[in-house]
Nanobody, 122 residues
């Protein structure tokens, strides 16, 4: 059974940093893409960042480009989202996803984590 477990969420002040982790288990993920999405209250879930596990190419939403960095640890089968210079509008539940979407920014990933809350205060 595939499992994605996020951790690292919490409350941080605007301008600060936070690192989210997504630990994967249950399958060989080397052929998958891994993505981070977020959903703020009253809004639709949106793409944040993604990478191709075997190629290392990374992709970002314009709203986080230059502030967030997605990376992976092959040995730990873990994907990270380093969030720097956070803003109140980054407040959301952040979800990790894995799979073979048609587009890395699309929502048709095969597996999803349970989400972790990130709250950015003024």
């Amino acid at each position: 059974q595939v499992q994605l477990v996020e951790s690292g969420g919490g409350e941080v002040q605007a301008g600060g940093s936070l690192r989210l982790s997504c630990a994967a288990s249950g399958r060989t993920f080397t052929r998958y893409a891994m993505g981070w999405f977020r959903q703020a209250p009253g809004k639709e879930r949106e793409f944040v960042a993604a990478l191709k596990w075997n190629g290392g190419s990374t992709y970002y939403a314009d709203s986080v480009k230059g502030r967030f960095t997605i990376s992976r640890d092959n040995d730990k089968i873990t994907v990270y989202l380093q969030m720097n210079g956070v803003k109140p509008e980054d407040t959301a539940v952040y979800y990790c996803a894995a799979g073979s979407p048609r587009l890395l920014s699309g929502s048709d990933y095969d597996y999803w984590g349970q989400g972790t809350q990130v709250t950015v205060s003024q």
